[in-house]
């Protein structure tokens, strides 16, 4: 298991989920049931760096924006649908989180509570275990700090398509 085959695993449940949440988590975790213990503890600790990757001010801020609001939970639901979203659509959000303006966002699927469980499922059923982290979660996000009355300058396409501004947060 490498990067490269853990955003292929990702991008084949993707593909195959029809854009169904609940569909994707079934598929994830079935497709990392079937690695061997060795490949599916590495698919998890790949999946953590890439949670851990997204953990930014900026991207916390467009999912402020987009959600309305977002705590921590919401946050980590976020960087999880936002990675069973494929490579490259993680990589254009985490270059540029104003990006997400152009993606056709449904919230209920981009704050899904169930993506990051299914991977954890997934390894419990290749390893008969519960997987443990390979290094502990950052303890505060990347980036500059954004605040509530500045969060809609910060991200102006965001602070535009969800009618944030105008309305307040």
């Known amino acids: 298991m490498n990067t490269e085959k853990f955003w292929s695993i990702i991008q084949d449940c993707h593909d195959a989920s029809g854009d169904d949440m609940y569909r994707k988590d079934q598929l994830i975790k079935a497709a990392i049931g079937r690695l061997s213990g060795e490949d599916a503890e590495t698919f998890y600790t790949i ?20 959600n309305w609001g977002c705590g921590d939970d919401a946050f980590a639901d976020f960087r999880a649908s936002l990675i069973s979203r494929g490579h490259a ?19 209920d699927a981009w704050f899904h509570e169930g993506f990051q469980y299914a991977v954890t499922d997934g390894v419990k059923v290749a390893l008969g275990a519960r997987p ?11 980036g500059n700090p954004w605040t509530e009355a500045t969060v809609q300058n910060d ?3 965001l602070a535009r398509r969800w009618g944030v501004g105008s309305a307040g947060v």
């Open 89 to 107: 659509a993680y990589e254009r959000a985490i270059a540029n989180p104003d990006s997400l303006a152009d993606e056709d966002i449904d919230p």
């Open 155 to 157: 991200f102006p396409n």
């Open 132 to 142: 443990k982290r390979a290094t502990p979660p950052p303890a505060s996000p990347a």
């Open 47 to 66: 999946f953590n760096q890439m949670m851990d990757a997204a953990y930014a001010w900026g991207l916390w801020g467009a999912a402020y924006l987009i």
